[in-house]
């Protein structure tokens, strides 16, 4: 037999063998199920209309619309929590809880003493927008700084100078904020801001730490050595006093109007 024909059999051979499929090749494994409330690339969660008006109300008092946009998709100061993961796997504020309550570290967000009903009802008004494909562009304006500085310095004089003082505090401030949509952020909720602190009264004492957590149930302190307590919360007692550094600028988000926001923006810009 001719080297050219045993080249051709072993070369037919090697080729019927490797189109018959191996008994021990493996099988590729199964996709693992896809949960039913992930069906679909895009799903739409059932809302509670009551629930989302409430939400939405919250979500506006305690001033996230001014980081995260009042669309959800983000702002100046605050990521999108539309796409957020941390959102897309809550169900009725079990999993942004912990944010909402003692804020993130390093960051402008801060903590906000919530009780659990409002946080279930923001969950369930930041539920309430559709994820969708197509997400429109947000063109952002080529300046924020569109405000009357003389408008924004009566509103500072009738609201602010009893903290903050432009020849003080605030002296330069424009020029350590040079962007005005940080500077606009900073003033509106200000970063770094020292912790809440609560006093609890407790027999025969008064117990007073930086507050860890508090809800309608319990309400925890870390102490001065580092240890965390937790006290039972019935009714009224026992009693608590919160020292908020930050209870001013809360106590105005819900007050500001978009106009009074431009406004001190503009006149901020000015203490250079």
Aim: glycine letters at 8%.
């Amino acid at each position: 037999m001719s080297t050219v024909l045993i080249r051709c059999l072993l070369f037919a051979g090697l080729a019927l063998l490797l189109s018959v499929p191996s008994a021990y090749a493996q099988a590729p494994e199964a996709a693992p199920p896809v949960p039913a409330f992930l069906a679909g690339a895009y799903p739409q969660r059932e809302t509670d209309p009551a629930a989302v008006a409430r939400g939405r109300t919250a979500y506006t008092a305690y001033g996230c619309a001014f980081c995260h946009g009042e669309d959800t998709r983000g702002g100046s100061g605050g990521p999108s929590l539309l796409r957020s993961g941390l959102v897309q796997r809550d169900r009725a504020g079990e999993t942004i809880a912990d944010v909402i309550l003692n804020g993130v570290p390093n960051t402008s967000m801060v903590g906000f003493p919530l009780q659990g009903v409002e946080i279930a009802d923001i969950a369930e008004f930041l539920h309430s927008f559709a994820l969708d494909s197509r997400d429109p562009a947000r063109q952002p304006p080529p300046t924020i700084v569109t405000g009357n500085e003389r408008a924004g310095r009566r509103y500072f004089n009738q609201y602010c100078d009893g903290c903050h003082s432009p020849t003080g505090d605030l002296r330069g401030v424009a020029a350590r904020y040079p962007d005005p949509r940080r500077l606009q952020q900073n003033w509106l909720m200000p970063e770094n801001a020292p912790p809440i602190r609560a006093r609890v009264s407790t027999e025969p004492a008064e117990i007073e730490g930086e507050l860890v957590r508090i809800d309608e149930f319990n309400i925890t302190l870390r102490l001065a050595d580092g240890r965390q307590r937790t006290f039972k919360r019935e009714g009224d007692l026992p009693a608590i006093v919160l020292e908020d550094p930050l209870a001013g600028h809360k106590d105005l988000l819900s007050v500001y109007t978009d106009r009074d926001i431009h406004n001190v923006t503009a006149y901020l810009v000015t203490l250079e």
